[in-house]
Nanobody
């Protein structure tokens, strides 16, 4: 059984930064793509970023240049560094483990999910 636990969310002013962490247990992250998604109230869950088993990254246009995903396979942890935050980044952020090692952007391509961490950006 895979467990993913996110941390690092909180309240920050516009222009500020946060670093989210996602710690995995039960199965090594090493072979699988990992992703970050977010869901704002009343909206569907949307893709934010993904990283392959080898470290290749991919970002949604809305966060490109502001967010950076990384992974530490030895610690079984994935990170999302979020800079220049905007009020529209406010959402619950989820990490997820993909079913394969390549870049995946669809919700259905991920089979394990964390419980989410709230990020609130004030204007």
């Amino acid at each position: 059984q895979v467990q993913l636990v996110e941390s690092g969310g909180g309240l920050v002013q516009a222009g500020g930064s946060l670093r989210l962490s996602c710690a995995a247990s039960g199965r090594t992250l090493r072979l699988y793509a990992m992703g970050w998604f977010r869901q704002a109230p009343g909206k569907e869950r949307e893709f934010v970023s993904s990283i392959t088993w080898s470290g290749s990254t991919y970002y949604a246009d809305s966060v490109k240049g502001r967010f950076a995903i990384s992974r530490d396979n030895a610690k079984n942890t994935v990170y999302l560094q979020m800079d220049s935050l905007k009020p529209e980044d406010t959402a619950v952020y989820y990490c997820a483990q993909g079913s394969a090692g390549t870049i995946q952007t669809g919700v259905n391509a991920y089979n394990y999910w964390g419980q989410g961490t709230q990020v609130t950006v004030s204007s």
